[in-house]
Nanobody, 121 residues
């Protein structure tokens, strides 16, 4: 599957952004979708994941209550709505697909190219 992430940019602290990830190449609705992020010089961290149906979601504690993951299986797209952004949210954000509903990066077998989110203080 090919994944194309978009929607990153520069935003002030307290602001909002919505990331999108468009999928093609296999049946989107059969797969778990996740968002991960990687800050400069740090490891890639889990952000959020959504089940194939969209009925179940999980979040990293650091974003719980501020970020919302959702998907539109008709449009083969997963979203990450990010509110109340903080400077520590600055990172390259990646979308990924897999078959396990988990926050473990190695369980995801397809990755997008990443989109940069910069939050200024």
């Amino acid at each position: 599957v090919q994944l194309q992430a978009s929607g990153g940019g520069l935003v002030q602290a307290g602001g909002s952004l919505r990331l999108s990830c468009a999928a093609s190449g296999r049946t989107f609705s059969r797969y778990v979708m996740g968002w991960f992020r990687q800050a400069l010089g740090k490891e890639r961290d889990f952000v959020a994941a959504i089940s194939w149906s969209g009925g179940t979601t999980i979040y990293a504690n650091s974003v719980k209550g501020r970020f919302t993951i959702s998907r539109d299986n008709g449009e083969n797209t997963v979203y990450l709505q990010m509110n109340s952004l903080k400077p520590e949210d600055t990172a390259v954000y990646y979308c990924a697909s897999g078959t396990a509903f988990t926050g473990l990066p190695y369980e995801y077998d397809s990755w997008g190219q990443g989109t940069l989110v910069t939050v200024s203080s």
